[in-house]
């Protein structure tokens, strides 16, 4: 009798399990900034669906894109943009002419072709910013996420896969959106350039210098984003210690960033790709 009890129990509690209700993309993504760890916990006990990942991010993609084309439309932050980004080609060029690999003629006329093309803002530069945005996004995306990937399954041998992943990450996504709303709004306010919302941003600090890049990882969007990526992935990955999963997202982001750090002052050609 107290078998049949226990079994009848057991079946009572699987009936329940898949009778769970479906939650919606929207209520999953509300989730994430009420409830992360329950909304990933939920996620993580269910198929993993691909709208999960793919729509946040392709939604922060475009966000990234209206605010480029906005910020180009603004005169004056448009020639800090075009400034700096010729400042950062001009030490690249500088070093090419300083190790004889082209003359200081070649150099110049390079950089006015570039200078020129980059201050009219036309169609063309427009589909190259979509592309870029887009190509190059999705390339970090699935990179960053294959990082995680091995560190989650062959370090901290989670139960886990590449999709956990995707959606872990994917779903942070609707905080790198806020953030990105809001270095628009605050270029548009103070009339300067936002890369992003760090303390360096704010005091127009040079990220190649030592102190720049420390300010740079102070920034709370950023930090609230990876705290969620942490638990999302200690999550889907079936854990029961989250501390590994933090100490491994704030190591990559906070290590894997002064390593590039590193490499972008000892390789003037990475410095296009530093913000």
């Known amino acids: 009798m107290n078998n049949f009890e226990q079994n009848g129990d057991q079946t009572s509690q699987i009936i329940d399990s898949s009778e769970e209700p479906e939650l919606s993309?929207?209520?999953?993504?509300?989730?994430?900034?009420?409830?992360?760890?329950?909304?990933?916990?939920?996620?993580?006990?269910h198929p993993i669906k691909t709208i999960d990942w793919f729509l946040p991010f392709v939604l922060l993609l475009t966000v990234v894109t209206i605010t480029q084309f906005l910020l180009m439309s603004n005169k004056e932050i448009h020639f800090q943009i075009v400034d700096k980004q010729m400042t950062k080609m001009q030490q690249n060029y500088n070093k090419l002419v300083s190790e004889g690999k082209?003359?200081?003629?070649?150099?110049?006329?390079?950089?006015?072709?570039?200078?020129?093309?980059?201050?009219k803002f036309g169609p063309l530069q427009m589909i190259l910013t979509v592309l870029g945005?887009?190509?190059?996004?999705?390339?970090?995306?699935?990179?960053?996420?294959?990082?995680?990937?091995?560190?989650?399954?062959?370090?901290?041998?989670?139960?886990?896969n590449y999709n956990s992943v995707l959606v872990a990450s994917g779903m942070t996504s609707y905080i790198a959106i806020i953030q990105v709303i809001i270095a628009a709004i605050l270029a548009f306010a103070f009339g300067r350039l936002f890369s992003d919302?760090?303390?360096?941003?704010?005091?127009?600090?040079?990220?190649?210098?030592?102190?720049?890049?420390?300010?740079?990882?102070?920034?709370?969007?950023?930090?609230?984003?990876?705290?969620?990526?942490?638990?999302?992935?200690?999550?889907?990955?079936?854990?029961?210690?989250i501390a590994a999963y933090f100490a491994v997202v704030f190591g990559i982001w906070i290590i894997g960033g002064f390593l590039f750090y590193l490499l972008a002052n000892a390789i003037p050609y990475l410095r296009m790709f530093r913000g």
Not at 25 to 45: C, L, R
Not at 139 to 157: N, P, Q, S, T
Not at 229 to 237: R, V
């Open 25 to 45: 993309h929207s209520d999953k993504m509300i989730g994430i900034f009420t409830e992360p760890a329950k909304t990933y916990e939920y996620i993580s006990n």
């Open 133 to 160: 945005v887009f190509i190059g996004g999705f390339i970090v995306f699935f990179i960053m996420c294959g990082i995680y990937y091995l560190f989650a399954k062959f370090v901290l041998k989670g139960d886990g």
């Open 197 to 241: 919302t760090s303390v360096a941003a704010f005091l127009d600090s040079d990220k190649s210098t030592l102190l720049g890049f420390v300010l740079s990882k102070l920034d709370v969007f950023s930090i609230w984003a990876y705290l969620i990526l942490s638990i999302g992935l200690a999550k889907m990955f079936k854990a029961r210690n």
């Open 102 to 119: 082209m003359t200081q003629d070649e150099a110049d006329k390079q950089l006015s072709t570039i200078q020129d093309r980059m201050q």
